[in-house]
């Protein structure tokens, strides 16, 4: 099994900075992907940003140039820098993870229980 711990949401006043982390614990041989997803009451969760495990980095439009997701391949962590907050970022925030427990096992995916971001003034 694999625990994601998420940490870093809050309250924010618009143009303000946040950083998201999720760390990673349990039977882990390799992490794949990590990423971050975003969902909204009455509305479908969506991709904010993921990254591989070689750096491959994709992000929702909505979010290029303002959102910098990173990973510590060592400490099975990822990272989202959020900066120049809008309102309509937020949101409860979760963290995504495609885990192999060993070499002989296909991945699973995980999910971290969500960390609120709200900017508002």
């Known amino acids: 099994q694999v625990q994601l711990v998420e940490s870093g949401g809050g309250l924010v006043q618009p143009g303000g900075s946040l950083r998201l982390s999720c760390a990673a614990s349990?039977?882990?041989?390799?992490?794949?992907?990590m990423g971050w997803y975003r969902q909204a009451p009455g509305k479908q969760r969506e991709l904010v940003a993921d990254?591989?495990?070689?750096?491959?980095?994709k992000y929702a439009d909505s979010v290029k140039g303002r959102f910098t997701i990173s990973r510590d391949n060592a400490k099975n962590t990822v990272y989202l820098r959020m900066n120049t907050l809008k309102p309509e970022d937020t949101d409860v925030y979760c963290c995504?993870?495609?885990?192999?427990?060993?070499?002989?096992?296909?991945?699973?995916?995980?999910w971290g229980q969500g960390t609120q971001v709200t900017v508002s003034s």
């Open positions: 995504n993870a495609v885990v192999r427990a060993s070499a002989f096992r296909a991945s699973d995916e995980y």
């Open positions: 349990g039977t882990i041989w390799s992490i794949p992907a």
């Open positions: 990254i591989t495990s070689g750096g491959i980095i």
